[in-house]
Nanobody
């Protein structure tokens, strides 16, 4: 069982930077690939970024590649999403998720989800 709690979301202007944090409970954190998804009003939940169990591989949606960076600290059971050059279209609720297996791009492969944190980027 893994519990995930996101934090760091807020309102900011376009062009700004923000770091989201996801704190995980449980002793098996390093057994899970971790990811961030986001969901804007009226849209489906979309893949943003993922990181492998050992942190050696990262994956990004094309829309955030070069602007967002995902990282993890298995000793501290945390996952971070550093977001730079934010755009109004990045506005969404951001969710942290944990997957034991399967493609990291697919939300159905994720076993645990956080409650989400709101990021709003004004133009």
């Amino acid at each position: 069982q893994v519990q995930l709690v996101e934090s760091g979301g807020r309102l900011l202007q376009a062009g700004g930077s923000l770091t989201l944090s996801c704190a995980a409970s449980g002793r098996t954190f390093s057994s899970y690939a971790m990811a961030w998804f986001r969901q804007a009003p009226g849209n489906e939940r979309d893949f943003v970024a993922a990181i492998s169990k050992d942190g050696g591989r990262t994956y990004y949606a094309d829309s955030v590649k070069g602007r967002f960076t995902i990282s993890r600290d298995n000793a501290k059971n945390t996952v971070l999403l550093q977001m730079n050059s934010l755009k109004p279209e990045d506005t969404a609720v951001y969710y942290c998720a944990a997957a034991n297996s399967g493609s990291v791009y697919l939300s159905r492969n994720y076993d645990y989800w956080g409650q989400g944190t709101q990021v709003t980027v004004s133009s």
